[in-house]
Structures are given as C-alpha cells and as structure tokens.
C-alpha cells in the first residue's frame, strides 16, 4: 500500500480523495493521513458511452459513479478534506497547484486547448467538493481544514518554456507544451528526495514512457522545454506516430481518402506500434523482437532510437550539462528498452530508472502539500499566465 512521505518533517495529516479520468476509465483512491485505504478504477462500457455525444457531457455520469462507489466502500463524504484531479488541458498556466474555479471550468468543459477525457477530473472533482460542502453545513460540521475545494496538480500543458523553445518553423506554428507534467514532477522530487540534491542546483531530463512519450528537461525546479505528447513533436511511440514527414501527411490528408478525424487517428491512437502490428502492448513487441522476427526487432530498434534522438537533442539546450536522465511510465518496466535507450544516452549523464506512472500517488502528495501549507497555490485566469 503506497505511504505517503512526510512533508516538512511532519507526518500528513487529513483525508484526500484523487480522480484521474481516461477515455473508458475513472480511477479515484482515498488517501487517510498518508495511507492509501481505497483504490478503485471504474469501468465504462462502450453502450454506457454511447449515451453521450461528446466526452464533456460524462461529468455528472462519472460523478455520480464516483460518489455511489465511495458509499458502498464505507467512506463518508464529509470526511474528505480535499479533492485532488488529474491536470487537463488548458492554458495559458505554470507548473504547480491550482484551485478549480469558473474560468479553468469554461476552458475545460469547452475544450478550448483539446477534447480529452483528462478534462472531465476537475469537473467531477470539484462537483463533489461543492457536495461535500452542501453535506457539511446541512449537518453544522466544522471541518478541520476549513472548506473543501477541488485542485488540479501540474497540468500537462504547464509551460515553463524557455522563448527559443517555442519558436517552431514558421509563425503560425509555434512549438507549444502538453507532456506527463504530473509523473515527470513527481518522480523529480522523488530523485531529489533520494539523492539529497535541490532542484535549484540540478539539471534532469526525463522520458515518460507509456502509450504516449514525452521527453522533458527540468532545470532549477523548471521544466524549460519538451516534446508534445499530442502534437506531432515526439518519438515513435506504442500507439503514436510521433513527428511525421509533412508532406507526406500533407498528401494524406488532401487524398480525399480519410476524414480529419480519421487522420488525426491514425497519428493519435492508431500510430506508432498499432500502426504496425496493431497492439499498443510494448511487452508483446518485445517478447517477438527477443525471438528474433525481423520486422518487430526493426522496429524495437527504432523506438529505442527514437527515444534515444530526443533525448540527447534535449541536452544540447543545456550545453550538455544534465545531471541526470531519468527514465519512467509504464514502459520503463521492460529492461530491454530502458537498456537499451541507457547504452544510447549513458555518455551524456547517468540514468536512473523508475518504472511506473503513480498518478493517483502523486496527486496524494500534492493534497497533503496543500494541507500543511507547504505550497503556493495559483487561481487559474483564462486571460493570462499566473506569474511567480
């Protein structure tokens, strides 16, 4: 069971409830003075989908489902001290906490910045918040955290990009941020805490492995430039295509032979390992690479190369000085591959591995940071980005 780290030297004191919305998913856990005491991850059918026209209108189907599964657990509502949600995409933002409120809900619900069901967890959480609030007046109980309120920790379209990084080839297309900000902030305190190093004095470069990859370089507590998980601007990855060709995808998409829809699929969703053997299970990849299939150790080979190009491409930035890549998300399980980029990228700085996304674990941490006033809390404005 995942134990949260004391914050400031203190034990964490107070219950948190996470949510981290996906397409077909809503994983939520209950955290009770730094113990995990429940984890779920409830399933939605395709027919309980289908009722919705688009993903945005699921918020109060998934709400409901949240607060139905917290009553069969046990878990009394006004108890919850805080909601903590997974970061969806909007801008313009930084890095670190924020209190969900009317402007980040029109943006979301929106989908201003991108339709993504990562959206819909702010929604929910602070649809709940507000509940657990109507719940606790109505029976005169006086919390001891004062009001409960829903936050987003590091959102993936945080932008902390140096300006020469968001110059992309010609104007109308400007580089721009959306990586795995919540695993990859989470994993750098993990390695500061471990090594004893602060984040003014050091220089990572993290890659986030899972369906989708990102490559980010955090530099004195910022996260001065990375890869786009979404956008085209990134490595071959289990079901993404990563950076293509244009003209190419040009002609693609003036055929007359696919939708726009249709295409952004075959980029998103139907690209990278799909594209070639229609599964997204790197471990499938793998196993068929090590029995020697020409076309699966082809391909291995690639996406480790691919990685590996990224990865070093996001140390020129910093004149090679890194003190460490890191390596992480599910994909970092496999040996093979995290061996493989480290023999490509070892000459740079050292690697560390650490396997594993801990989203709902890292959105706990980031409540009970909260709690014991150990962070700086931004009010999102749609207008314009919170200074520091």
Known sequence: ????????????????????????????????????????????????????????????????????????????????????????????????VYNVNADMRLVLSESREGNHACNLSALIGDNIAVEINALREKEGIKPRFGKCVAYVADPPMADE?????????????????LFHALNTRAIMRRYLKETGRKAEDTTAIICHMGGGVTISTHRGGRVIDTSHGLGGDGPITPERAGCCPPYPLI??????????????????????????????????IVKKAKEGIPEYVVFMKAFVLNIAKYIVAQGALV???????????????????????????????????????????????????????????HTYNKDRIIED
């Open 251 to 284: 002609d693609m998409c003036f055929s007359g032979k696919y939708t726009k829809q249709e295409v952004k699929k075959k980029l998103i969703g139907k690209g990278g390992a799909v594209a070639y053997f229609g599964t997204n299970d790197m471990r499938e």
């Open 1 to 96: 069971m995942s134990k949260i780290a004391p914050i400031n030297g203190k034990a964490p004191e107070g219950i948190v409830l996470v949510i981290n919305t996906g397409s077909i998913t809503t994983k939520f856990a209950v955290y009770k003075d730094g113990d995990i005491i429940l984890e779920k991850k409830l399933e939605h059918t395709v027919e309980d989908l289908s009722h919705f026209a688009d993903v945005m209108d699921q918020d109060m189907m998934r709400t409901n489902a949240i607060l139905d599964a917290l009553k069969e657990c046990g878990i009394k509502l006004e108890d919850i001290d805080i909601v903590m949600c997974r970061g969806g995409l909007f801008t313009p933002c930084i890095t670190g």
């Open 319 to 377: 004149e090679g000085h890194v003190d460490v890549i890191i390596l992480t998300g599910g994909v970092a399980y496999s040996q093979d591959i995290t061996d493989a980029i480290t023999k490509k990228v070892s000459w740079l700085a050292p690697v560390k591995v650490y396997p594993g996304e801990n989203e709902l674990e890292s959105l706990a941490e980031n409540g009970y940071i909260i709690l014991a006033g150990a962070t700086k809390i």
């Open 161 to 177: 990009m140096l300006p020469e990084c968001h110059v992309g080839g010609i104007p109308e297309f400007p580089r721009k941020t």
